[in-house]
């Protein structure tokens, strides 16, 4: 399946680091009946006692109502959805494609469930993100015909092996 990237407005919130606020901003949202895709909760860095919460999507009235009541604010830092197959090496090619054009990027968070990859990516500007997105669908379609090639020919399977308990490896 090719990879898809998409824009993400996240929302966000500045918060007391202490037990249960990731669960109390949450609350208004799970009443709302939002069906969020991406949370993410983490320390400010330098600052223990403050922390960072963003989700997405928000998206109709009872949601942005529940995400208002929450604290939260769409973020106004360019973000993407980028989803697609797993393949080795994939997130080494799609980071080194937006660093050689020379787009930085202000966060990265991915992760792979079975055989499919998800990743959020922001960036400091609407120019870096709308750069990024091509070189990313470019970096992917690459990457999956060298992996292609690599797994394909008429390479012999690896010889499967099982370490058998003897009286000489106990």
């Not at 942005?64 to 797993?86: M, R, W």
């Not at 080795?88 to 080194?96: A, E, F, M, N, S």
């Amino acid at each position: 399946m090719p990879v898809t990237v998409k824009r993400a407005a996240l929302w966000r919130s500045e918060v007391e680091n202490q037990p249960g606020t990731l669960a109390r901003t949450l609350e208004p949202l799970a009443s709302a009946g939002s069906d969020l895709q991406v949370v993410m909760g983490y320390s400010m860095p330098g600052d223990d006692s403050r922390s960072v919460i963003e989700v997405y999507p928000i998206t109709g009235r009872r949601a942005t109502t529940g995400a208002e009541s929450a604290g939260l604010k769409a973020s106004q830092i360019p973000s993407l959805i980028v989803e697609g197959d797993n393949q080795p090496g994939l997130g080494h090619t799609i980071t080194k494609a937006i660093g050689d054009a020379g787009v930085n990027m202000s966060f990265l968070i991915a992760q792979v469930v079975g055989r499919r990859y998800s990743a959020v990516i922001g960036f400091e500007n609407e120019d870096d993100a709308r750069k990024a997105t091509a070189l990313i669908k470019k970096a992917s379609a690459s990457g999956a015909r060298s992996s292609a090639k690599r797994t394909s020919g008429s390479r012999m399977p690896a010889k499967k092996t099982t370490w058998r308990q003897t009286p000489r490896n106990r």
